[in-house]
């Protein structure tokens, strides 16, 4: 499994923009999944947003319009940009490449990193 690295989180106001980052340790063109998902505090895991075989985006309802995944394949690099942010948003972020999509399998037959923290709040 290619293990990642994430980071950008911080304590932002609402309304306001973070730029997740996650450094992939191998090459992540030919993975069928690059996503990000998020544990609130008292909520189980969820998908935030994900690219599967290199070109289907799904997002969660809450963040479509708001945010948005990209990737940089030349870095191993996998981003969230994220615009207008809500206290609601507050949560642990990680990101996974592999072939898995659901967190339920994640879980199951792979692992998740550290996460980077983001806190919405004034």
């Known amino acids: 499994q290619v293990r990642v690295v994430e980071s950008g989180g911080a304590l932002v106001q609402p309304g306001g923009s973070l730029r997740l980052t996650c450094a992939a340790s191998g090459s992540i063109a030919d993975e069928y999944c690059t996503g990000w998902y998020r544990q609130a505090p008292g909520k189980t895991r969820e998908l935030v947003a994900v690219i599967t075989n290199g070109y289907s985006f799904m997002y969660e309802d809450s963040v479509k319009g708001r945010f948005t995944i990209s990737t940089d394949n030349a870095k191993n690099a996998v981003y969230l940009q994220m615009n207008n942010l809500k206290p609601e948003d507050t949560a642990v972020y990680y990101c996974?490449?592999?072939?898995?999509?659901?967190?339920?399998?994640?879980?199951?037959?792979?692992?998740w990193g550290q996460g980077t923290q983001v806190t919405v709040s004034s």
């Open positions: 996974y490449v592999g072939k898995y999509v659901t967190v339920e399998s994640i879980d199951r037959f792979a692992s």
